[in-house]
């Protein structure tokens, strides 16, 4: 599938929720519209590795016809006694197992001839893929697409109704395309991004604009000491504390190539966006032994994976991206400020948890490892205890790069907004400083970021350069400790435009100049009104 098929597939899919979201609130329908488009991944992944295992046994399609019966379903039928070995094999090969009935296929050939057992069906099918499909348990995958809901209808029928409605739908609408993997995988992160301008503020929660997305990946899939010499061979792991739908994560992942990356990690305290995450993740292709997101608090660090205390087990990552929610009202306790996250730089004030989140993830990075963040400009001056964290990273040599973007590049707010680099161990002993904030091109809704723009980031940040005037300059440690360690990009890089130096000698010479000139035509003016018997004009001397 081309391109542009993949984009096309996209719209029809919106243009479908567009159609049928009226009956229900868009966030909602989100969570319809997503879930089915997932099970039709899952089932036409499974069908083309069940041929592939049964080659020559796989039921021919144009003998089982029409009727609703799948392929899969005949041989099951056909062969009782090798389903249990059939599927211990599938589960080693496709590392799940869908039942014939749960297919998309099958549910949407109930949908199509309204079977009163379609939302019955449904329900058993997202309860086993949950609970029995995966050798990891995906509970509560579904948990946020409630069948019984009154918002399908106030009874059974009536909700059995409208699910042959949606169903129907979204199967015409997919009928059209050749779909693969990496067609539907991206035809879901453009439902999640249409979705996510959709729900205004609301979006920020589980969505990194793609454009932002590729800075951080390109800058953490860098050689973190010689960035110049290009991208790392392999990553051992990657982790984003708070990921959403997990498109940064899967952004790094494309970058690195499947197998760039050892595993996946993430974590999101939304349960709405959580699901989608594990759905997005599986969704494109990434098998579920190779990536793990937790439903938990970051700032309350409850994963127990990340509190393990032996050092010799205690998890690192080569890579972390994050865009965490722009300075997040928390409520620390005593004991945080003994957390060895915190303890060395302190604790973040209440009305803003940007460094609390900002020193959870650089704790679990490795010595030779890469963190970009995404954060307001606030915390680049902020004052208090903030600018002691800020003076303790700075000191201790950990700030690599800030990077200033345009304003109203998010869907949740218009605020400019900032990436921040930081290292344990970096070479440079000073502070990059790129200011991106004039490049941009406006859209009617959010502003946007065009290859150019990003490729002119990245090359700064890979060159590193001394001064490129008005956009990048290396700062050192000394300039920034006179500016009592602001790290206030316009302290740094000068936008004022430069005053033109006036040649007064040259100036007063133009100025006589004009004054000839305007006297001779003046006085050729004033003879063309004479021949016409007309009063002349006033000269300059008069």
């Known amino acids: 599938m081309t391109d542009q098929d993949q984009k096309q597939l996209g719209k029809t899919l919106w243009a ?30 499974y069908q083309q590795a069940a041929r592939k295992e049964l080659g020559r046994d796989y039921p021919d399609e144009k003998a089982v016809g029409n009727g609703g019966r799948s392929s899969l379903s005949v041989w099951y039928q056909q062969n009782p006694k090798d389903v249990a070995a059939f599927e211990k094999q599938m589960r080693l090969k ?75 739908k979204i199967a015409d609408g997919l009928a059209e395309f050749s779909t693969d993997s990496d067609a539907l995988g991206d035809a879901y992160e453009y439902l999640i991004g249409q ?40 990553l051992s792991s990657v982790m984003d504390f708070a990921c ?24 999101e305290k939304n349960i709405t966006t959580y699901n989608l995450a594990r759905m997005n993740m599986l969704l494109h292709g990434v098998k579920d032994s190779e990536f793990e997101i937790y439903h938990g608090d970051t700032l309350t660090n409850d994963w127990d994976m990340l509190r393990e205390t032996n050092p010799a087990k205690k998890p690192y990552f080569d890579a972390i991206v994050a865009n965490p929610p722009f300075s997040y009202r928390w409520d620390p306790n005593e004991a945080q400020s003994e957390d060895v996250r915190f303890k060395n730089y302190g604790l973040a004030p209440k009305s803003a948890a940007d460094f609390a989140f900002l020193l959870h993830g650089f704790h679990y990075l490795k010595e030779d490892g890469v963190m970009a963040i995404i954060l307001p400009h606030g915390v680049l001056f902020r004052g208090g205890v903030e600018a002691k964290i800020r003076r303790k990273l700075l000191e201790d040599g950990h700030v690599d790069t800030i990077i200033g973007l345009p ?12 990436i921040l680099v930081l290292k344990k161990c970096k070479k440079p002993d000073n502070v990059l400083f790129i200011n991106a904030s004039e490049h941009f091109e406006k859209g009617k809704r959010q502003n946007y970021l065009t290859d150019a723009h990003i490729g002119k980031i990245i090359e700064a940040y890979q060159q590193r ?12 440690m000394e300039e920034i400790e006179g500016n009592d360690f602001s790290l206030n990009i316009s302290r740094y890089v000068n936008l004022a435009e430069q005053e033109v130096a006036i040649d007064l000698s040259a100036t007063q010479k133009e100025l006589v100049e004009i004054e000839k000139q305007i006297h001779s035509a003046t006085a050729k003016h004033n003879e063309f009104l004479k021949e016409l018997s007309l009063s002349p004009l006033p000269t300059p001397d008069d």
């Open 465 to 476: 350069p001394d001064n490129i005037e008005r956009y990048a300059r290396c700062v050192s």
């Open 407 to 418: 304003a109203n590049l998010f869907y949740s707010t218009g605020i400019p907004v900032c």
């Open 195 to 234: 979705f996510a301008a959709g729900s205004g503020k609301k979006a920020g929660e589980f969505y990194t604009p793609q454009r932002i997305s590729d800075i951080l990946s390109a800058i953490v899939t860098l050689d973190s000491q010689e960035p110049r010499t290009g991208k790392r061979k392999h």
């Open 244 to 267: 959403g739908s997990g498109s940064l994560l899967l952004n790094v992942r494309k970058r690195m190539g499947a197998r760039g990356i050892g595993k996946i990690f993430g974590q």
């Open 16 to 45: 479908i929720a567009d159609q049928l979201r009226g009956a229900m609130n868009a966030d909602d329908f989100r969570d319809y519209m997503l879930a089915f488009l997932f099970l039709r991944y899952l089932s036409d992944n």
């Open 94 to 168: 496709a590392h799940y197992v869908i039942r014939p009935e749960h297919l998309w296929a099958s549910i949407a050939h109930m949908a199509r001839t309204q079977n009163d057992e379609l939302l019955n069906t449904l329900q058993a099918g997202f309860k086993y893929i949950e609970n029995e499909s995966f050798q990891s348990t995906f509970s509560g995958l579904f948990s946020e697409i409630n069948l019984a809901s009154e918002k399908l209808g106030k009874g059974y029928p009536e909700r059995n109704a409208k699910l042959c409605v949606i169903i129907t």
